[in-house]
């Protein structure tokens, strides 16, 4: 008998700490989600309120439509950010032409062709690429690819486009296969069955079926991948050089909206001047079209989404 009200006590405590739990376990996970939403505040409030005293002190019009950026001239500084976001947007177009075409057919094979032993060993591989550190990259850029390059392109400069934007494809290549091949795989098998029995081949299979029906996933797997893109810092900052010029050429050194925030923030400019504002402008800049980037992804998988 005493055995058993032990038991029934034991029991009894174990109810009650259940239940002390089960009250905790949401308010900590509410307070995480609060955590994440305010940071997120935080960061827009300071990029806003900064970025708003820049522009007291210097015209957004000159700075949206200025094609000169010399903010370190002693004469007459210039913030035009448009040889800044050209700068970003050569590293981007090349990254991106670098990492679609080899990434959906890296999806496209280890999605069709690749048997389960090999996918396993092959899409952790690429995985691997994501694990990367960025500063790795850019010395990578900066030491391998570079005199690669200029072996074949005499002209090209130590510092350039082409070279940052070949190595951040590299990077995020693995965004564009894993996503588009997890895609791929969640189209049914009955659709790829029904049209090799019309008499399709496995490529056309691939192609004209289960290419179609994934490509929700897979263009929301390109944006982000060109937001990240967008938003790379050290790779410009060692391979691309400093120099924001606004031009249509790849040989020579660029200057990135990433790569002018790290060099002001070393220690190039002091607090409260504006130089040091103009971080905050170039970031608030870079924001938005990552913010811009973000929501076309989303917008991309929930209007074309193909559900089974």
Do not use: H
């Not at 300071?46 to 094609?67: A, N, P, Q, V």
């Not at 790795?136 to 392109?153: D, S």
């Not at 190039?268 to 103009?278: C, E, N, P, V």
């Amino acid at each position: 008998m005493s055995q058993s009200v032990q038991s029934m006590i034991a029991a009894s405590r174990n109810k009650k700490s259940k239940k002390i739990i089960e009250k905790l376990v949401p308010v900590a996970l509410f307070l995480a989600a609060a955590l994440s939403v305010l940071t997120t505040f935080g960061i827009i409030f300071t990029l806003i309120f900064e970025t708003f005293e820049f522009f007291t002190r210097i015209s957004i019009t000159d700075y949206i439509f200025g094609k000169e950026w010399l903010p370190f001239s002693g004469k007459e500084p210039l913030y035009g950010v448009l040889p800044l976001i050209l700068g970003t947007f050569k590293v981007t177009m090349i990254a991106v032409l670098v990492a679609v075409p080899f990434g959906l057919g890296a999806a496209i094979y280890l999605s069709e062709y690749a048997s389960d032993k090999a996918r396993r060993i092959i899409k952790p591989i690429l995985e691997v690429l994501a694990g990367v550190p960025t500063i790795v990259y850019g010395f990578f850029a900066l030491t391998f690819v570079t005199p690669l390059l200029q072996e074949i392109i005499p002209a090209l400069k130590i510092f350039n486009a082409l070279s940052p934007g070949i190595v951040v494809g590299i990077m995020i290549l693995p965004m564009i296969v894993s996503m588009s091949e997890d895609a791929m795989s969640s189209v049914p098998n009955s659709l790829r069955e029904g049209a090799l029995g019309l008499g399709s081949t496995k490529f056309e299979v691939a192609v004209k079926v289960v290419l179609p029906a994934a490509l929700s996933g897979i263009i929301a797997s390109i944006v982000l991948a060109v937001s990240r893109a967008i938003g790379e810092t050290m790779i410009v900052s060692l391979a691309g050089g400093s120099t924001p010029t606004f031009d249509f050429g790849f040989t020579n050194s660029i200057q990135t909206m990433t790569a002018y925030i790290v060099q002001v923030s070393t220690g190039d400019a002091g607090y409260g001047t504006t130089i040091y504002y103009s971080i905050y402008a170039v970031g608030f800049t870079l924001f938005i079209f990552t913010l811009a980037m973000n929501l076309l992804a989303q917008y991309i998988s929930k209007r074309f989404r193909e559900e089974y």
